[in-house]
């Protein structure tokens, strides 16, 4: 089993930035970021295979976010920029060990076996 301790969150105003780290403990074929906001469902908002360095994002923020990996440190960051209130949430790494096909795989909760505590990131208006 993958361990997985994000950190990073906190609270910025519209157009802000932060960054999420998540440090890996195991081995993982790719990685993804998600959220989840109150009464919502969990989203995807980012994947990448940790060696190919294949990645997707989701279409809400295309163009903004930022996801990497560091090997070295096993580390999967997500940078999220010009940060709008809808993107208020919990956010979530993942870890899956089987490989996946295609953004539409990546990109889905179904696909992860291993899951952080989330860490909420907020922004006001």
């Known amino acids: 089993q993958v361990q997985l301790v994000e950190s990073g969150g906190g609270s910025v105003q519209t157009g802000g930035s932060l960054r999420l780290s998540c440090t890996v403990s195991g081995y993982t074929i790719f990685m993804g970021w998600f959220r989840q906001a109150p009464g919502k469902e969990r989203e995807g908002v980012a994947s990448?295979?940790?060696?190919?360095?294949?990645?997707n994002y989701g279409d809400s923020v295309k163009g903004r976010f930022t996801v990497s990996h560091d090997n070295a440190e096993n580390t999967l960051y997500l940078q999220m920029n010009s940060l709008k209130p809808e993107d208020t949430a919990m956010y979530y790494c993942a870890a899956s060990q089987l490989s996946c096909g295609g953004a539409w795989c990546e990109l889905s909760s179904y696909s992860y076996d291993s899951w952080g505590q989330g860490t909420q990131v907020t922004v006001s208006s």
């Open positions: 990448i295979y940790t060696r190919a360095g294949n990645i």
